[in-house]
RNA sequence: GCUGAAGUGGUGGAAUUGGUAGACACGUUGGACUUAAAAUCCAAUGUCCAUUAGGACGUACGGGUUCAAGUCCCGUCUUCAGUACCA
């Protein structure tokens, strides 16, 4: 009986779903464990081989803990809100809704050919309205909360009112907006309700704020940084403009320093960490302001500005002022010069009439230039002097104030004080525009670079601060400025708050009103509010988000529902918000809703689910979430344990990157051929050339054999009514070809090949001297254009499920990337032809209660041993090595010993699930193998009595001697110096030295 | 630039603490079976010299430590990923 694996994974995977195997429970005296993969999106392109690799691996884990007597929680579901079924339907007209239900169709039929030890019962999807519901439900409940920096956590915002009508705001300190004006008790009683709105609105964690984003008028639509290349939209090359809009934001910056600290408390890779901490972007330092000295130029300006607007921040004496943040506040006395960004506020008030030409050249040719390019071109120094002078703090000197590009306006101040000893940019800058460098270091030679070693810094020519180290005169120095009111210790954070409104239809709704412009949150008891139905999925011509062309759009306050646009009186009915929410809200907190076993609607999650599984366990995915969903989930997760919502401060208590799976291209060689004939011909009726490999690679140096050339003037001559032609050869063109047309030895398939597409369909082919057509190869990203895609499917058709598992594993370590090369499945699928043989031959079942042997009990426990150890570590290509040879040892012993080849499938069960079942349930079991405990390894069965030792000299090893274990160095020494081959190698002379490691090796030296 | 990961046969990759480099596969070559092909089985396969014994070289490159280095140290180069000219 052979290995039908077709039929054997059908039958497996019904007996799965019917017995519903892998539900998990919400109570158990087993421990929990909680295996999570990044949830898909939907595509329409279906899955292919690269996607199910960490899905196979997290599958691996998640059955070897339930072998190890865990009760695991392995759920799936779908990340269904997103963009492309959006643009879909823009073309098609076609509701996202039922491209999404038709693809998430076709992805369920793809995972569950594979056999995944999913717990359906309880898949989520974002884009239904049971789930977003909670998704609106929590931007509701940090609309209703503020940060409390004090504390270090959220409080419910009532807790502010009450403050507020207490004690007014002076005592508070919150994460907020950086304007905020100070009120007392009675001033805050005394505003009205909307003036108390307006100002709680800049203290919630989500806030309503003017932003700027790239929109492009042509399309009708906000752009993301990556959408835009030189300036102009990817798609359609239209222009996109700077334009403010009124935004939901996240406050994530009041989380960053939690976000930060707790990095150190989670299993992640060191490169993820780092790059969240790059993302949040921390440093130290002093926040120092400068007085910009007045000529009356200015004075005028300022005269003028004061009628406009009556500005009381602004001093008397020094009307402008410049804040610069710095990490080395102890350099301060260095400072030469000063540094704007070409975009900053001041620079158009303090520019003199002089510089006014030079400097307006600058910024015109800096807003040229994209980021991009900025970016790229740090060599390039530029800038301009505006003509004003800023005053030093401490000595009064003037400074010289620039602009220069190097200095970026979205980060810290967008100015900088400037001071070339210590800093290479800044040195550079002072270089080429000659400006004075003054060296306040003690010691060092700054006559080439500037010197920014923080630790062996000793401060010079700086009044009170000679003398001292960098951590001394950087507390001086603050505390300085403290005393002149110019300056404070502050720490500055990269990271920025989150948009988290986008003009787009297919996301989740805001449950938010707007009364007299000022936002208002829908009740707990009336969600969801469900997506409206548009006739286009286009923004409108007024430039409104699709949700604007919805006519069903309005909320009535009294009955609470939501009603027709007509009826908006703004006295009950009010206009509902247009704007959905972005992608990353809803994977935020998906994996608390997989808890709930009962999906129940009046909670997101019961409170015995929420502590019973805690937190992710392990997670895998991408690394491309780098930043995004991974910084936003961590940050929600810290948000809702504030609240008490949930239990845990970190959502993914261990994570790993599954690498990237590559495709492997597959090449032809298309002659490129110019031709002389008499008559006029229609070119497409010659046929096309293609060439084998090596041969294009012969003519690329040689040109055309006498025979190829003849061949082919013949065959033009032949379509040309016997006219001879003179063909002649200007090189050959690498074309793709589909992958599935080659083979193993990377043989074309001419006639699938010809039949591909219609103008290959007359086509020649120059073969190998062999007779056959090869392609050349190359590893590229796996694409659709690059014919290189290889769908699971085919794969589970022709191979397997369990093939495929184990291919996928057997390619390398997970976080590796690797090329996929469909030919080397044979191997794996081999192995499990030959391991079903081990079992079952033509008469049946092959195993018996035979004694198992000495060497069958010590291949089995190396197998358990090497097996769990790799599970351990994720190092899943290792094990389906290790089986390999586990197979291969026990056919050449002819094991056919129940109490090995039994425990033997539940090794391989979490990798081979389908043919472990089977043969399982052959051997008499009639539970499934799921519920089998793992296998105990037993150090015992390993112990060996001799060791091939191997003799080297001088290092290198020469030949191998067996020895008894138990021998003691020095008679190990003498059996090896007495041995003839020992002799031979020395040939008469006599070693320096002996080296003898027992257990492990002899060196002779010498 | 910075941060992180990596560089081993024709290919994917093993070598967990410094101790027999190339496990396990793919591919290639030869053989068996077959009318033939596929499938299966057997053998060889890092490079070079000798073709019997054996020897030399070999883990990106150049040094070093050590009885012994793919592994540790110093320097250089290359590739991939992320990124921020971050004051």
Redesign the pocket.
Known sequence: MSYHFNEIEARWQKYWADNQTFNAVNSSDKPKYYVLDMFPYPSGAGLHVGHPLGYIASDIYARYKRHKGFNVLHPQGYDSFGLPAEQYAIQTGQHPAITTETNITTYRRQLDQIGFSFDWSREVRTSNPEYYKWTQWIFIQLFESWYCKNHQRAFPISELEKVFSEEGNSGVNPACDDDVALFTAEEWNAMSSEQQQDILLQYRLTYLAETEVNWCPALGTVLANDEIVNGVSERGGHPVIRKKMTQWSMRISAYAERLLQGLDTIDW???LK??Q???I?K?V?ASVTFNVKMTSEMLKQVQHDETQRHSELVSESHPYQIE?????PDTIFGASFMTL?PEHDLVSKITTTEQQADVEAYIEATAKRS?RD??A??KTISGAFTGAYAEHPFTKEPIPIWIG??????????A??S?PCG?Q?DYDFAKHFNIPIPNIFEGVDISEDAFSDKEKTIIANSDFLNGMNYKKATKRAIYELEQLGQGEGKT?Y?LRDAVFSRQRYWGEPFPVYYVNGKPQMIDKQHLPIVLPEVEKYLPTEEGEPPLGRADVWAWDSLKAEVVSNELIDNESVFPLELNTMPGWAGSSWYFFRYMEDAMRDEVFASEEALNYWENVDLYIGG??H??GHLLYSRFWVKFMKDRGFVGVEEPFKKLINQGMILGTSAFVYRLNIDYLIDIELNNDVFPLFFVSESVAKRIEVEGLSIDEKSRIEKAYSELNNGFPCIADLFGTSKIHTDVSFVN??D?LDIEAFKNWREEFKDAEFILED?GTFKVSREVEKMSKSKYNVVNPDAICEQYGADSLRLYEM????LE????W?T??I??????L??LWKLYVDDKGLKVNAAEPSKDNLKTLHKTIK?VE??IE?F?F??S??TF??AS?ELTAQKCTSKSILEPFLILLSPYAPHIAEELWSRLGNDQSISTAPFPKFEEKHLVESSK?Y?I?F???????LELPLDMNKDEIEKTVMAHEKTIA?LDGRTPK?V?V?PG??V?I?G
Do not use: C
Not at 405 to 414: E, N, Q, S
Not at 810 to 813: E, S, T
Not at 826 to 831: D, K, L, N, Y
């Open positions: 890779t060191d490169s780092e790059s901490r790059n993302w972007g440093s330092g610069v943040f710095t990490t080395r960004a980021e900025r970016m071109d740090v590009d190097y200095v970026l306006a979205g980060y810290g101040t967008g900088v004080m001071v800093d940019r500055n990269r690394s491309e780098a930043t193993a030895s043989e062999t057997f390619l390398g370590p590796q990337a690797k090329p090369n030919a080397g044979t191997g794996v699928h081999g192995f032809k030959k090497k150890e790799d570590n190092s290509n290792t389906v090595s390999m040879i291969n091939n191997p080297s001088n290092g290198k090893m020469r030949f191998t190698q030295k080296i490691v492990k090796i060196n030296v």
